[in-house]
């Protein structure tokens, strides 16, 4: 299982614009799913990361929502950059950590960008909603265009923002596209209580035809 | 109380003895405590002697204070170098200094040697005022929680106003666990590492051989032994084997492998110490007996197997209830004795309490030991941890 980012791009965007999103001025993709995640997350909210990297979204959420926050991560010097933000966090497998909590235990669990690396992701989508009240999913959509684009035509693997990596630099994946996830929702009675599709910037909301225009995808889920 | 409070400046003066950045020459002090205390057990002893060491300066506010809490075998000695002559330095000299991972610069360290020791603090080899003797095994028995209310004295005697951190390693996490459950408004974080909630039946096992091997020994004669004398082959085999617990099946063969003594010679069948290992585990039993008492042995892995927090406060999470500090666990991956899955649990037990903790695992191949080990990575951890900005505001025990 892994809850890691395959890389850290994006690390140095970070490193400018400390506390985020407050600032003006240009904006890394990476944080503009920290936006729509953070306008879900209810203030003083009891959160769980999956996947929380160096705890920048985290950071965000207890500097904004004044959230509790726990992150897990399988690194340890991310578990260090974690401890260093003043966060909670847990070294090891996601699925195990939330095994060992009760119900209903999270008002939410947060699982952004790293929907595409879990191993067994229904495991942990179910376990997630067990734990939590509500699961933020975030993801790439290897459905859009330009995803498509290199597979197609260039006859590559997709490369984006997030996923900067050759094949040869990447770890496994197990791409999904929005079709796929709201099948799998529809599949399981997952409830999904908001969306939110962001075009090819990131930034933009996404019109119409979200699984071939749409770059990027936050999903609300309950389970009722 | 015999012993002034001293709040010493950091001595520099004798930087020959060990690198610049040591803590350098240092002393122990005795807290000598008058009054009865009471032992968790109902017995009681009139007063105690606990001796400590401290570095760098306590602050004006006295809550800049980081109690080092020592393990098993260890003491109050962690840190600098006790004369120019010293062939080692405190146990926990690589991690405790000025510049280093707890910054004697920012930090006031307190350690002390645990009551039931043999180190300086009161414990079964000390005399008893009622005999002139020693006490033997008519001290009171000790456990892990007498040992923090006696450490908590002494930090009352010094002035400590909060303790900004209380860390240790194995037993030393154990103590670190009771400070911040007995004394919640006290302490503000707490570092574990290398440590349980309560043995395993293995780790127990352990503790019962070495048991054995010293009350077995006819020179133990039911605790009743000079000074220099007693079950010195019982408390050697003891630290023999407990030696091996701390270290790993990887660690060992690395450290060792199958290498013979120089002097062992081409004989195979002779049954006096051939390989290296060995003789290293003599060497360890021998200078053992020199320094530690068979009947302090006896008492302190007793205490270390009745810990049991989840047994004592019901629960793990109701033994955590009342913390306030923000916890960091640390877990080494080949430790045996005290192994992950138990130091994961004391911080999925704090979290599902709804208190702050943080789980880290070191990836090592030193066993039960690595919490000592020279390690860039778990400094960073440390300084991450005692460096990192006030603590946010809210109630998290929702």
Redesign the interface.
């Known amino acids: 299982m892994s809850s890691t980012l395959p890389s850290e791009p994006g690390a140095a965007a970070h490193g400018a614009t400390p506390r985020g999103l407050v600032a003006k001025g240009p904006i890394a993709k990476r944080t503009i799913d920290m936006q729509v995640i953070g306008e879900w997350v209810e203030p003083?909210a009891?959160v769980l990361d999956l996947g929380c990297g160096r705890g920048e979204l985290l950071d965000y959420l207890?500097q904004t929502k004044?959230v509790?926050a726990?992150g897990v991560d399988l690194d340890?010097?991310r578990?260090?950059?974690?401890?260093?933000?003043?966060?909670?966090?847990?070294?090891?497998d996601m699925t195990d950590?939330m095994r060992?909590?009760?119900d209903r235990?999270f008002d939410r669990v947060i699982c952004s960008r790293t929907a595409q690396e879990l191993n067994d992701p229904s495991d942990v989508i179910l376990e997630a909603l067990r734990v939590g009240r509500a699961l933020t999913v975030g993801f790439v959509n290897h459905g859009f265009w330009k995803n498509r684009f290199d597979g197609l035509f260039r006859g590559r693997k997709p490369r984006n923002a997030v996923y900067t990596t050759p094949w040869h630099e990447s770890r496994p994946a197990n791409p999904l596209t929005i079709a796929d996830f709201e099948d799998f929702c529809r599949a399981r009675q997952i409830r999904i209580a908001r969306r939110v599709h962001l075009l090819g910037d990131w930034r933009t909301r996404c019109p119409a035809f979200p699984n071939l225009l749409a770059g990027y995808a936050v999903y609300d889920l309950m389970k009722d | 109380m015999t012993d002034e409070v001293q709040v010493p400046t950091a001595s520099r003066s004798v930087a020959e003895a060990g690198s610049r950045d040591d803590v350098g020459i240092v002393q122990a002090h005795d807290f000598i405590y008058p009054r009865p205390f009471t032992f968790k057990s109902g017995q009681t002893l009139p007063g105690f002697t606990m001796r400590y060491e401290t570095y760098g300066v306590l602050n004006a506010t006295r809550d800049n204070v980081i109690v080092i809490c020592h393990a098993l075998s260890g003491d109050h000695h962690c840190a600098g170098w006790h004369s120019a002559a010293d062939r080692k330095p405190g146990w926990w000299n690589n991690l405790i200094g000025p510049g280093k991972a707890v910054d004697t610069r920012r930090f006031f360290v307190v350690c002390a040697n645990v009551l039931g020791g043999c180190q300086g603090s009161t414990g079964p080899s000390s005399p008893n005022p009622a005999t002139g003797e020693p006490y033997g095994v008519r001290f009171p028995f000790v456990t892990i929680r007498d040992m923090v209310h006696a450490q908590k004295l002494l930090l009352d005697h010094l002035g400590v106003a909060e303790v900004y951190a209380v860390i240790g390693g194995s037993m030393g996490g154990m103590l670190a666990m009771l400070f911040v459950i007995e004394f919640p408004g006290f302490v503000r974080r707490q570092m574990v590492m290398a440590s349980t909630s309560r043995e395993s039946a293995q780790a127990i096992a352990f503790n019962e051989v070495g048991r054995q091997a010293i009350m077995q020994d006819p020179a133990w004669n039911q605790g009743v032994y000079p000074r220099d004398g007693g079950p010195r082959v019982g408390l050697a085999v003891a630290r023999m084997m407990a030696h091996i617990t701390y270290l790993s099946d990887v660690g060992m063969d690395r450290k060792f492998g199958r290498r013979k003594r120089e002097s062992a010679g081409s004989d195979a069948y002779i049954l006096d110490a051939q390989f290296e290992v060995e003789s290293y585990l003599r060497h360890q039993g021998q200078s053992f007996v020199t320094r530690f008492d068979a009947n302090s042995y006896l008492y302190i892995t007793r205490a270390l197997d009745q810990f049991d927090l989840a047994h004592a406060y019901g629960s793990l999470e109701q033994a955590f209830a009342p913390v306030h500090a923000?916890s960091?666990i640390v877990g080494f991956t080949s430790d045996w004795l005290f192994p992950p899955e138990q130091n994961?649990e004391i911080?999925?037990a704090l979290?599902?309490a709804?208190k702050?903790?943080?789980?880290?695992?070191?990836?090592t191949d030193l066993g039960h030991d690595s919490f000592l080990l020279e390690s860039e990575?778990l400094y960073?951890?440390v300084r991450?941890?005692l460096?990192?900005?006030e603590?946010?505001v809210?109630d998290?025990a929702?």
């Open positions: 003083n009891r207890v004044q509790s726990v340890f010097t578990i260090t950059a974690s401890v260093r933000r003043g966060l909670s966090a847990y070294q090891g950590f060992s909590f009760p235990h | 923000e960091l994961r911080a999925l979290l599902r709804g702050r903790a943080t789980y880290a695992e070191l990836a990575e960073a951890l991450a941890f460096e990192r900005g603590p946010y809210f998290f929702i």
